[in-house]
């Protein structure tokens, strides 16, 4: 089709309309405390949305909506790790305590990526990190694939979740 039949306005609609959010490939583990995040993050959302219906900001609305999407099928794709229990054994879930090669101590949990920040101590356990620790018990000495380069890293102790 010419671009002299296509209608300006719903083609300049469709250029501003946000992009969608990309899901991940991994399967959607999470933590029984992520999947309430997720779940609270959705009625947030759908509260906002309502809100915004009889505003004439159509930006604003279509992000939230987007978001909405994203997060419904987060919650409908999750996959609730058992509670870890195990100190023998990282699983999702676990506190890890771990040393790194210069010496250095660590405190990490590996979660689900939607609850993920790692500047708080939450690991996505399917980021390089969490992958080299799932699995691995006290004194295993693990290797974490880095893009700034292979590291050995020691698992010192783990802890249930709370």
């Known amino acids: 089709m010419s671009r002299a039949f296509v209608n300006e306005d719903q083609a300049a609609d469709q250029a501003n309309q946000p992009v969608e959010r990309r899901i991940s490939e991994q399967p959607n583990h999470v ?3 992520g999947l309430t995040l997720l779940k609270q993050r959705v ?3 759908e509260t906002l949305r309502s809100t915004l219906l009889g505003d004439p900001d159509k930006q604003r609305l279509a992000e939230v909506e ?3 999407r994203y997060f419904s099928a987060r919650v409908q794709s999750a996959q609730v790790a058992a509670p870890a229990t195990s100190q023998s054994k ?3 879930g676990s506190r890890v305590v771990f040393v790194d090669e210069e010496g250095h101590q660590h405190e990490v949990q590996l979660v689900g990526e939607d609850q993920a920040y790692a500047a708080s101590g939450l690991i996505n356990w399917g980021s390089p990190l969490g992958r080299a620790l799932l699995g691995a018990a006290p004194g295993d000495e ?3 694939r880095r ?3 292979d590291q050995l890293i020691e698992v010192v102790a783990i802890e249930p979740q709370a």
Do not use: K
Request: aromatic content about 6%.
């Open 66 to 68: 987007r978001d909405l």
């Open 147 to 149: 893009p700034a380069g």
């Open 90 to 92: 990282v699983q999702i």
């Open 43 to 45: 009625s947030e959302l």
């Open 31 to 33: 933590t029984a405390q």
């Open 142 to 144: 693990v290797l974490w």
